[in-house]
């Protein structure tokens, strides 16, 4: 096609095909009202002309779909774009209703800025990018639901770069330690081919673009919780997390996940303890938790502003009524669950399986091992304490647990205490508990349960004495 060789940054383009040079501008940090980019004249399929501007200089690059991550300063791009255009162009939702920019969703990301920004290049966000200069494999793989406002997964992204900023040691850097702004994150909008989706999601689940980016990604697993826990009934999600929680098994990396939900509250975690407002808070599982975390307190203070909310309806979690967009994604994702072999894939799925029940009690016990979660679940009362426990109590590959029962834990009786004890799982590895001051009939259900813990190779206790009644509280 003819260059167009207009300067105008400004140019009033329409909005099934621009992509405004505020998005180039953005990404490359620098001002969109100084960026001159040259426009193509593109012909549609219905021989209507429109100018546009090309990708890369009018070639995208070529990447592997697992090299084809996406980083915090392009991902402030879009949200720019959408900020700068979504009102003056009149964006509506699938439902046809306007939209306002803190209402936009992946959906609509995908029909304003990621197709007709890769009209030309018929290829995936990523590799159209000019700040793309070449492969952008991921440190970490995202999970996450389409329909949450773009505004809100980014607040999330955001902390979780500042969370993992730290990279002091080996554990540290195998945990996932050391994001900045530039390093990039694997969402599948963006690194997939819009147009060509069957390119990089397969027929087998087990072979499409998400699992090579989960492995290239060395397992670690940032879910992305929306405000209503939608997430948790979307079959490729829950695909994704049984991915994340069983990859130490499967394929050999240590398990690092996390779910971040965005959530804006006042923090006192950081410098000085000051109050700090905040967009989002995380849940980390892990090698050691996030990097901003100096020891178990401040990992309980810092994830006790998390709306446990969410946690407890991680506990109805159930993948085999689970939904997707595409009807033939979840048929494929449930029979492969079971084991059932490609040319099988199609299967009509089981409506019950012990796999099923195995991935749902994985789900459930991870979240219900979250230090913060137990104590929320105390709190609420004895109905939702007892859930919690028991989907703790059916956990299978989680290693370690730590109680430090001196911060968050409000006066826990003796008989608490000895309930929470008498639900660890069987299969844990390594226990430590600091302020375990609850009387000798606590230290006699431990002994109980480490009876019972076959595969138990340490336990710390620190901090703690038997003396006492064990009716009194924690003091």
């Given at each position: 096609p003819d260059l167009d060789l207009d300067p105008?940054?400004?140019?009033?383009?329409d909005p099934s095909f621009s992509c405004h040079s505020s998005l180039f501008a953005e990404a490359k940090g620098g001002d969109p009202a100084s960026i001159q980019l040259a426009r193509v004249t593109v012909t549609d399929e219905r021989g209507n002309t429109s100018s546009q501007i090309p990708c890369n200089g009018g070639?995208?690059?070529?990447?592997?779909?697992?090299?084809?991550?996406?980083?915090?300063?392009?991902?402030?791009?879009?949200?720019?774009?959408?900020?700068?255009?979504?009102?003056?162009e009149k964006w509506t939702n699938r439902q046809g209703v306007l939209l306002k920019p803190e209402q936009v969703n992946l959906y609509d990301v995908n029909k304003y800025v990621i197709k007709p920004f890769t009209n030309t290049s018929q290829r995936s966000f990523v590799e159209s990018l000019p700040s793309t200069s070449g492969p952008q494999p991921?440190?970490?793989?995202?999970?996450?639901?389409?329909?949450?406002p773009?505004?809100?997964?980014?607040?999330?992204?955001?902390?979780?770069?500042?969370?993992?900023?730290?990279?002091?040691?080996?554990?540290?850097?195998a945990g996932g330690g050391g994001m900045t702004i530039d390093t990039p994150y694997w969402v599948c909008a963006y690194a997939n081919n819009q147009w060509h989706l069957t390119d990089d999601i397969t027929r087998d689940p087990s072979k499409s673009g998400f699992t090579k980016a989960l492995i290239a990604a060395n397992g670690r697993t940032v879910s992305i919780l929306d405000k209503e826990g939608t997430v948790f009934t979307r079959v490729?999600?829950?695909y994704e997390l049984y991915l994340a929680l069983?990859?130490?098994?499967?394929l050999g990396f240590p398990r690092v996940w996390a779910a971040y939900t965005a959530h804006k509250h006042l923090s006192k975690v950081g410098s000085g303890y000051n109050d700090e407002a905040l967009e989002a808070v995380g849940i980390v599982h892990g090698v050691r938790g996030a990097p901003c975390d100096l020891n178990s307190r401040v990992t309980a203070l810092r994830e006790a502003y998390f709306p446990m909310g969410l946690v407890f309806q991680s506990l109805d979690i159930k993948v085999e009524t689970a939904t997707a967009s595409i009807e033939d994604d979840r048929r494929h994702i449930l029979n492969s669950i079971v084991g059932k072999a490609e040319k099988d894939l199609d299967d009509a799925p089981e409506s019950m399986h012990e796999k099923y029940d195995s991935l749902n009690n994985l789900i459930h016990s991870t979240f219900a091992t979250s230090q913060g979660a137990l104590q929320a679940a105390r709190r609420e009362g004895s109905g939702t304490w007892q859930n919690v426990l028991i989907a703790m109590s059916k956990a299978t590959d989680i290693e370690k647990i730590s109680f430090d029962f001196g911060y968050g834990w409000d006066n826990i009786l003796a008989a608490e205490a000895m309930e929470l004890i008498s639900h660890l799982p069987t299969a844990l590895q390594r226990l430590h508990l600091a302020e375990a001051n609850f009387g000798p009939h606590f230290v006699h259900a431990l002994a109980d349960w480490i009876d019972k813990a076959n595969d138990l190779e340490i336990i710390l206790i620190s901090s703690s004495c038997i003396n006492g009644d064990d009716d009194d509280s924690n003091s």
């Open positions: 105008d940054p400004d140019l009033d383009l070639a995208a690059l070529a990447l592997p779909v697992e090299s084809r991550g996406v980083t915090i300063r392009q991902l402030r791009a879009v949200w720019a774009n959408v900020q700068r255009r979504c009102t003056d991921p440190r970490w793989f995202i999970s996450h639901w389409w329909g949450e773009v505004k809100d997964f980014l607040s999330c992204l955001e902390q979780h770069t500042r969370d993992f900023l730290w990279n002091k040691d080996d554990v540290q850097d490729w999600c829950v069983l990859v130490e098994r499967k």
